[in-house]
Structures are given as structure tokens and as C-alpha cells.
């Protein structure tokens, strides 16, 4: 089945499940958006269409999964796991608290050249975790995304219950992400993978392997959203759709994709190596 988002041209819960806390005013608040929403003013509104499948657990089988999406196109994933537990500890206050003295690796947001900078996760927060512009450049852009210490952050990761669909011969590896709302990857492609959005709305685009999309390497999706994406033809339109908290986007190998975070957004990839 398809969702209709409607189309308006412009720019990491589905369903609510019972929580093993105390919901105070505030805890409450950090279960609708984890302490992470920077104000309405901030958001980008246009979630674009929808035309990628959508599959909840009982509609997808491993069987079907296999033989109709995962050699052949992506498909959207519904409450195929409960990520109650993991998505308090991925509160603002949570991670705070465990890991704001420690240090984190930033990635710049263009395709070919993604330089490093170290910094503590509490200065990236506060100082770093802002709205982007629109004429903002990739290699302008931190990123925190992948990159991540196992070792001092295995004990978060070991409370994230991956998707139950898996590839034959193939290994999943975690990489843990916080951006601002208008930031984004832009088009690149690598291997097969899964992306949950914790907090936040995040806007995809994919094109198939043999499909590549015109773009500039250090143009954020959110300068391709505003100034490409309206010219394009019926036919140079790609797969796109906008995922929530608790939906998890499946992305098959080689495919080109581009992200934009609608808001700001706490997600995960499980990357099947």
C-alpha cells in the first residue's frame, strides 16, 4: 500500500505503546519529541509525496521481503519492532547525561569529501545542532552521523531492536545520527540498509542503480529540494517519502539516495555488510 502525502512544491510514533516510567509533564514530553524539537518556527512543513510501499509486520513476510523488495526497490516497514525502551534512552536529557563530556566525530554533509572534526557531544548540541540554510554549502555542514565509538556506546546500541528482515550472508552494522532540521546527506549510494527515524520526520529520495540524478556534490539536499526538485519531469522524479518515529525505511544496494531532515531528528541505520 501507498501513502498519499500531497504535493506542495517548496525545504532520526506510529503507533503508541505503553511505557515501562512514570509519565511526569516532562517525561511526557521528552516520549512525544525526546526534548529535541527546536520550536515550530524551525521545522520544514513540506513532507512531499509518498510513493515507496508500505509494509506493517503482519502484511510482509521474510519470504516476500526477499523475492519483492530486497534485491529490487525500497519499501517502508511499520511497527515491525517495539523501540519503546530505546527511544527514552535516546531522550535530549538521556544522552546529556551519559555522553555529553564525551568526544564525537562530525562529518561535513557533501558526497565526495567528508572531512572530520572532533568535538564534545554536549558543545555539538548546544552550539552545533542548528537549522540550516538554504544557501548553506555541504563542506559548511556538520553532520553527526556513523562514526561512532562502539565501545562507548555499545550499551545504547544493545537496547535497539533491529528490523527482523536480514539478507542472506550479510551482517548488520549500526551507525547512530542527530541533525538539524534542513540538514541532510546528499545523493551517494553504498550498500543495503535500514534507517528507523527515533525523533523527527526525515525526507527520502532514491533513484535505482542505473538511474543516477543530476546534482552538485556540494549542494545540500535542502539547495536541491528548493532550486532542482521543482523543475524535474514525470519521469525524472525519484522515490521519495517522508518517515517517522517507528517507521523504518529499507534501502537496496547501489541505490542513490538523499536525506532531509524535516525537523530536528534522531535516527539509526543498520547497514547489512
Known amino acids: 500500500m501507498e501513502r498519499s502525502c500531497g504535493f506542495v512544491t517548496l525545504f532520526l510514533l506510529a503507533v503508541q505503546t505503553s511505557v515501562p516510567y512514570e509519565c511526569t509533564d516532562k517525561t511526557c514530553a521528552e516520549l512525544r519529541d525526546g526534548g529535541w524539537s527546536q520550536g515550530v518556527e524551525t521545522r520544514l512543513n513540506d513532507e512531499g509525496d509518498c510513493n515507496i510501499d508500505i ?24 511497527g515491525v519492532t517495539d523501540n519503546t525502551k530505546f527511544r527514552f534512552l535516546c531522550s535530549k536529557s538521556h544522552l546529556l547525561q551519559e555522553y555529553g563530556e564525551r568526544t564525537i566525530r562530525l562529518s561535513t554533509a557533501n558526497t565526495h569529501s567528508y572531512n572530520k572534526v572532533d568535538v564534545r557531544f554536549e558543545e555539538f548540541v548546544k552550539y552545533l545542532l542548528t537549522p540550516q540554510s538554504v544557501d548553506s554549502l555541504g563542506s559548511e555542514t556538520l553532520y553527526f552521523f556513523g562514526d561512532n565509538n562502539f565501545t562507548e556506546w555499545h550499551s545504547l546500541f544493545d537496547e535497539y531492536d533491529a528490523p527482523p528482515y536480514n539478507l542472506p550472508h550479510t551482517s548488520p552494522a549500526y551507525s547512530f545520527g542527530i541533525a538539524g532540521p534542513g540538514t541532510g546527506v546528499p545523493f551517494h549510494w553504498h550498500g543495503p540498509g535500514f534507517s528507523e527515524v527515533i525523533y523527527g520526520r526525515k525526507r527520502w ?8 540524478p543530476e546534482f552538485h556534490p556540494n549542494h545540500t539536499t535542502l539547495s536541491w529540494v528548493t532550486h532542482s526538485y521543482p523543475g524535474l519531469g514525470i519521469q525524472q522524479r525519484p522515490l521519495e517519502c517522508t518517515i ?30
Open 55 to 78: 509494509h506493517n509486520a503482519e502484511s510482509l513476510s521474510y519470504t516476500a521481503f526477499i523475492q519483492q523488495y530486497a534485491y529490487s526497490k525500497p519499501v517502508i516497514l511499520r
Open 205 to 212: 529520495f532514491l533513484y535505482p542503480p542505473e538511474q543516477a
Open 244 to 273: 517517522h518515529p517507528g517507521e523504518v525505511l529499507y534501502f537496496p544496494d547501489r541505490w542513490w539516495h538523499a536525506t532531509l531532515n524535516l525537523d530536528t531528528s534522531v535516527f539509526i541505520s543498520t547497514f547489512l555488510g
